[in-house]
């Protein structure tokens, strides 16, 4: 049974905590490596997904921070994967005029790994339809520090008044700055944490887990994601209930 979207409620903006590997590997008494490559698959399938609907921007957790931490071997491998991705994928994304971002610790990242990053974002950056952003070497915790340090130094060189700074101000100093903040997070694996994704940018996002292991996510997993967002009222803390007259919320202030 096919699944019905809806493209007149589309998210803007879907991102993606992309779990799983390693446990479908192992399961299958493979190395996890094995799940990584698989996981190849489906990111290929979502981006074409997304493209094929017109969504507009997706973002895809690919590297955490903490990743760094991770047996050397299994490091290497996943920024070999990356590294080729960045190579193999660039003539499809001209192609189907996807335009390539990243945000994180890139200053962090292998050599060849950033320059065939930096290629591939300065190649695609006049293109105007899918916008894909790899999170690679990202930590949220790290990204707000990245920003409060900023304003600090802002408020000390005398640049910027302390009155000055509100959430606006803030957000305008994250690596996410000319993004708009995501509809909806989709995590696969079944683990109900954000795993210091976004933090900030997360704060209403409407978040759907799967059981699936991200191997196993294709294309029917991601039309079921967000069908299951369009059957949601997004309220951004406020009510659907018809609001009281003006003088009377004021009474109750």
């Not at 390693?22 to 008494?29: K, M, P």
């Amino acid at each position: 049974m096919s699944t019905v979207i809806d493209k007149e409620r589309l998210p803007q903006h879907v991102a993606v905590i992309m779990d799983g590997n390693g446990r479908w590997a192992q399961r299958r008494g493979l190395n996890r490596n094995e799940g990584h490559k698989r996981g190849k698959d489906s990111v290929r399938a979502v981006v074409e997904t997304s493209r094929e609907l017109g969504l507009k921007y997706l973002t895809l957790y690919s590297f955490s921070s903490e990743n760094w931490q991770r047996p050397i071997g299994e490091v290497r491998a996943l920024m070999s994967l990356l590294h080729r991705y960045l190579r193999t994928e660039l003539q499809r994304m001209m192609k189907e005029n996807i335009r390539l971002r990243a945000v994180g610790n890139l200053s962090r990242l292998p050599l060849p790994v950033r320059k065939a990053l930096e290629k591939a974002i300065f190649t695609t950056r006049h293109n105007d339809g899918l916008t894909v952003v790899l999170a690679i070497s990202y930590g949220a915790r790290e990204e707000i520090v990245a920003a409060a340090r900023a304003l600090a130094v802002a408020v000390q060189e005398g640049r910027l008044n302390p009155a000055e700074i509100d959430e606006n101000r803030f957000a305008q100093h994250l690596w996410t700055s000319d993004l708009p903040d995501p509809d909806l997070l989709i995590r696969t694996g079944k683990e109900y944490r954000l795993s210091n994704f976004l933090l900030w940018q997360l704060a209403y996002t409407e978040i759907y887990v799967t059981d699936t292991l991200w191997p196993d996510f294709d294309r029917n997993e991601f039309l079921r994601a967000l069908a299951d967002y369009q059957s949601r009222e997004r309220r951004f803390g406020r009510t659907t209930e018809p609001q009281p007259p003006a003088e009377l919320r004021r009474a109750v202030r």
